[in-house]
Structure formats: structure tokens, C-alpha cells
């Protein structure tokens, strides 16, 4: 059982920044999961952002290289998705997800951009204006 909550959306305005976070409860010990982020945005295709695996080898969409940086900490049971240059076309619901256990950074990202998930929060709104 893994339970993921995510903090940090809101609303910002064209160049500005916003952190997310995702606390993570599990039995399982949290370094054993690759992490991640994906966005759904309304009339959009879903998009994996970022992965995470358990060593801090990360994957991002090219959509979001360079301005995007995911992290974790792993005695906190913690990822963060630190957005900055946000752009309209940012505006989305974000969501964490627990990908895989055991997993190569390689399987995480190809079963993220598969949706095949382990677990997923809520989800976070971030609206970014121009």
C-alpha cells in the first residue's frame, strides 16, 4: 500500500517558479521506488515530466529540460518537482506517482510514458499565466 500526497500548485504568472512536493507513505522502504511526475491538461495528451529511480538517476520530457529539476530524499520519503521559466502551456494538473520497485531509471520512464503506474496522487493544479 503507497500513498502519495501532493503540495505546492497555485498560480503564477509567465517566467515565475513553483516547488512541488509529494510525501510518500508506504511498508515498503521509499528508496526501492522509482518516482515521478506526470501532467494532464484539459483537451491535452497526458505527459510524463520527470522520473526519479531510487540512486537519483533522473528522466525528464524534452518539454521541460532545462527548466524543470525533480529530486527526492529519501530519508524524508519526499520527491520535489522544482518548476522555473513556467509557460502557459505549463498550466496542467500535476500529479506524483510511485512508478516501479527495483526498477531501472530505462523501465521507469518507459512505464511512466505507458501510464503503467504503481501508484498516483491526487494531483496538484498549477496554472501559469501569461
Known amino acids: 500500500q503507497v500513498q502519495l500526497v501532493e503540495s505546492g500548485g497555485g498560480s503564477v504568472q509567465s517566467g515565475g517558479s513553483l516547488t512541488l512536493s509529494c510525501l510518500v507513505t508506504?511498508?515498503?522502504?521509499?528508496?526501492?521506488?522509482?518516482m515521478g511526475w506526470f501532467r494532464q491538461a484539459p483537451g491535452k495528451e497526458r505527459e510524463g515530466v520527470a522520473t526519479?529511480?531510487?540512486?537519483?538517476?533522473?528522466t525528464y520530457a524534452d518539454s521541460v529540460k532545462g527548466r524543470f529539476t525533480i529530486s527526492r530524499d529519501n530519508a524524508k520519503n519526499t520527491q520535489d518537482l522544482q518548476m522555473n521559466s513556467l509557460k502557459p502551456e505549463d498550466t496542467a494538473m500535476y500529479y506524483c506517482a510511485a512508478v516501479c520497485r527495483y526498477c531501472s531509471s530505462s523501465t521507469c520512464r518507459r512505464r511512466m510514458d505507458n501510464n503503467e503506474l504503481h501508484t498516483r496522487g491526487r494531483g496538484t493544479q498549477v496554472t501559469v499565466s501569461s
Open positions: 508506504s511498508r515498503y522502504t521509499y528508496s526501492t521506488y522509482c
Open positions: 526519479i529511480d531510487g540512486g537519483g538517476g533522473t
